[in-house]
């Protein structure tokens, strides 16, 4: 079954290629992926999947179902097609769904062939650069049913079991009362609040728990030199090791913006996104995912714990439902993501070789999660022991 799963694979590489290709040259921002959404879907439904389509209030997010039999476990492959301002494809997303897609059609074409019963999803999840996509699908019960998740994520290293920060942003608004510069004593400087924030959350970064990262910017602070500015912002991204940890560091900077009102006489509001939580791989499918890669001549690495790591909106997933988010490696450049190089190198030979051979290990992985109830069982209680449980991921 394992090569047929593999040959199931190879006879839509055509397709595959030609999808990463598709999303890489239409790049499309956040919650406006409609291009990138038809073209999936569009292959999809020509394999036979049942698609429902703008779930979870988003117009491109999507559900393509493919039963086989009765009972069975739940299987879903998460897509990423979100692009980013100005440098398009820079994080790889075109990648991730091609091999999300590849997978889920491999692995149902097996599953019709060899009669197993159960489930494979693929789950269209828009806007993971910054707009939380998969976390309005939970919240919107769209992973209802779902027993298992899989995705990969493109990078200059095969590894497994990386995980990831929680993190969210805060923005701060300050009302002050505007005054002609002459007589600014008539006024209360607003811009002032902006600076004071800044140098107080500096101030009492030693206080904060370990692993915490601040990075902010100043959104508006005056219009003009001579008057003194009644409106100024700044926001922030804060980055922590946990949940638990974000809403230290969120409850500080709250404490931050009151001392600065009561100070200078401001009034301000503080508004907090959605949260991405950190990141639980499942090592045990990890490890499986891992085989499959080795069996195709890859290596593929363990992180290094000092190594600094990102955030995603796949760790909220992470905690519901036993997941893996892997990296393939798809370029020997010293690049990045996040910048042109990177953007270049996601519409390569070589990165839709690596796209391929990921898409393969992460159909056989479904294939033995599908068909092996001892497998399925260390899974469960990995996730169990290991992923702990929040009231609330509210700050």
Same mark, same amino acid.
Request: net charge negative; aromatic share 6%; glycine share 8%.
């Given at each position: ?16 290629? &030609? ?12 919650? =406006? ?19 429902? =389509? ?84 939970? &919240? ?192 020997? =450049? ?45 899974? &469960?209680?990995?996730?169990? =022991? ?10």
């Amino acid at each position: 079954m394992l090569n047929k799963t593999f040959k199931e694979a190879d006879m839509i590489r055509e397709e595959l290629v &030609n999808l990463s290709k598709n999303i890489h040259k239409n790049p499309e921002l956040a919650f =406006e992926e409609h291009k990138a959404a038809a073209f999936i879907v569009e292959i999809l439904k020509k394999h036979g999947f049942a698609v429902e =389509e703008k779930i979870g209030g988003m117009d491109t997010a999507f559900k393509g179902r493919f039963k086989v039999g009765a009972g069975g476990p739940v299987v879903a492959y998460l897509a990423e097609y979100d692009a980013l301002p100005e440098i398009g494809h820079a994080c790889g997303h075109n990648l991730i769904a091609a091999m999300s897609v590849g997978a889920a059609i491999a692995l149902s074409k097996t599953m019709t062939e060899e009669n197993i019963p159960g489930e494979v999803i693929l789950l269209g999840t828009p806007a993971e650069e910054g707009g939380g996509g998969k976390i309005l699908l939970l &919240n919107e019960g769209e992973f209802k049913g779902v027993e298992y998740s899989l995705m990969i994520h493109p990078s200059t290293t095969n590894l497994i079991n990386r995980g990831g920060l929680a993190t969210t942003k805060v923005t701060v608004t300050y009302h002050g009362v505007a005054a002609h510069s002459a007589a600014a004593e008539n006024g209360v400087n607003a811009l002032q609040g902006v600076i004071q924030t800044f140098n107080l959350i500096d101030s009492i970064r030693a206080r904060m728990p370990n692993k915490t990262n601040i990075n902010g910017i100043i959104t508006a602070g005056g219009t003009a030199t001579n008057i003194i500015p009644d409106y100024a912002q700044c926001k922030y991204s804060v980055r922590t090791a946990t949940v638990g940890d974000l809403k230290v560091v969120t409850a500080m900077i709250k404490d931050v913006v009151k001392n600065v009102e009561n100070f200078l006489g401001l009034k301000a509001e503080v508004e907090t996104s959605l949260v991405y939580s950190e990141r639980y791989c499942n090592l045990a499918m990890d490890e499986r995912w891992k085989k499959y890669m080795e069996d195709q001549g890859e290596e593929v690495a363990y992180p290094n714990p000092e190594a600094k790591v990102g955030s995603s909106d796949v760790g909220n997933v992470t905690l519901k439902i036993p997941s893996i988010h892997a990296y393939v490696k798809i370029t020997d =450049e010293k690049v990045v993501a996040h910048n042109a190089a990177f953007t270049k190198v996601t519409d390569t030979d070589q990165a839709h070789e690596a796209m391929m051979k990921a898409a393969k290990a992460m159909a056989a992985t479904g294939l033995d999660i599908m068909t092996d109830e001892g497998f399925r069982k260390e899974i &469960n209680e990995e996730f169990k =022991e290991k992923v702990p449980h929040y009231d609330s991921l509210e700050l």
